[in-house]
């Protein structure tokens, strides 16, 4: 009988990430977990082999990004020890989103270009007459974390005193900050921040998104979502005639699958 691991190598990527997805917090255990970690590396090894395509390749098509030094943040030396750190603290991450602060780190593709993306303050070549919120791919490093763990209730408190009683005990599920809105990453104001929640000791876990854009969306998926668009989901949201699809085109050819 194969392993996850190898049906993974084998091509099935879609099929052993749900059944891994499936099992729930039942994937942390023997035999199951070492599997389960193999598989995880594989599909961040491959991630991070897109982001360094797409971030070369962006450079390339002399896209202005809004933070240049922090368009890829890679992990550093003592991320094991503070991810671990966390969890004892706060419980688990879903299994693929720590391989991620692991393998990757970090990764922000916010910025100007005229057909991929527009960033009020950072216009460039008639960037700012683009149809639509692209959306640029937007992973926060672990780094972030630390200050941006919130209760998540707080975020469902409406009264003052509630919230700050709430913030004291800090009482879990806790949201961490993932990312922007594809509002907010274009410099607009409105919506807010893409969550995941912790405690989760399952593979995957799904997105909290206050736009609406992901809310449901797992993590994995939203990840084949940004490499199917160059980096750019929101693009899909324009029409056919309108996509940029030489761009696209460039920034697509030759990424791996998840």
Same mark, same amino acid.
């Given at each position: 009988m194969w392993?996850?691991?190898?049906?993974?190598?084998?091509? &099935?990527?879609? $099929?052993?990430?749900?059944?891994?997805? *499936?099992?729930?917090?039942?994937?942390?255990?023997?035999?199951?977990?070492?599997?389960?970690?193999a598989v995880a590396q594989e599909i961040m090894s491959?991630?991070?082999?897109?982001?360094?395509?797409?971030?070369e390749r962006l450079a390339a098509l002399e896209y202005r990004f809004v933070m240049p030094d922090?368009?890829?943040?890679r992990?550093?030396?003592?991320?094991?020890?503070?991810?671990?750190a966390f969890e004892q603290r706060f419980g688990p991450i879903p299994v693929v989103v720590r391989?991620?602060? &692991?393998?990757? $780190?970090?990764?922000?593709?916010?910025? *100007?270009?005229p057909r991929l993306s527009h960033h009020y303050g950072l216009n460039w070549g008639g960037s700012e007459e683009l149809?639509?919120?692209s959306d640029p791919m937007v992973v926060y490093w672990f780094g972030r974390h630390t200050e941006a763990l919130v209760s998540f209730y707080l975020n469902l408190a409406d009264d003052w005193d509630e919230m700050e009683r709430m913030e004291e005990e800090m009482p879990p599920p806790y949201g961490i900050d993932l990312g922007l809105s594809a509002i907010n990453k274009a410099n607009h104001s409105g919506a807010g921040s893409?969550?995941?929640?912790?405690p989760n000791p399952a593979f995957d876990t799904?997105?909290?998104?206050?736009?609406?854009?992901?809310?449901?969306?797992?993590?994995?998926?939203y990840l084949r979502t940004c490499f199917q668009w160059g980096g750019f989901p929101g693009l899909a949201s324009l029409e056919e005639d309108e996509q940029p699809k030489e761009e696209l085109s460039f920034l697509t050819e030759g990424l791996l699958a998840l």
């Open positions: 392993s996850y691991l190898e049906r993974y190598l084998n091509g &099935e990527y879609v $099929g052993v990430w749900a059944e891994l997805t *499936a099992l729930g917090p039942a994937v942390r255990e023997e035999p199951v977990f070492q599997d389960t970690q491959r991630a991070k082999q897109n982001v360094a395509m797409l971030v922090r368009v890829w943040t992990p550093n030396p003592g991320i094991t020890t503070r991810l671990d391989t991620w602060y &692991e393998v990757i $780190g970090g990764v922000n593709l916010m910025g *100007a270009h149809g639509c919120y893409v969550q995941i929640i912790v799904l997105l909290i998104d206050w736009d609406d854009y992901w809310m449901g969306t797992m993590f994995v998926p």
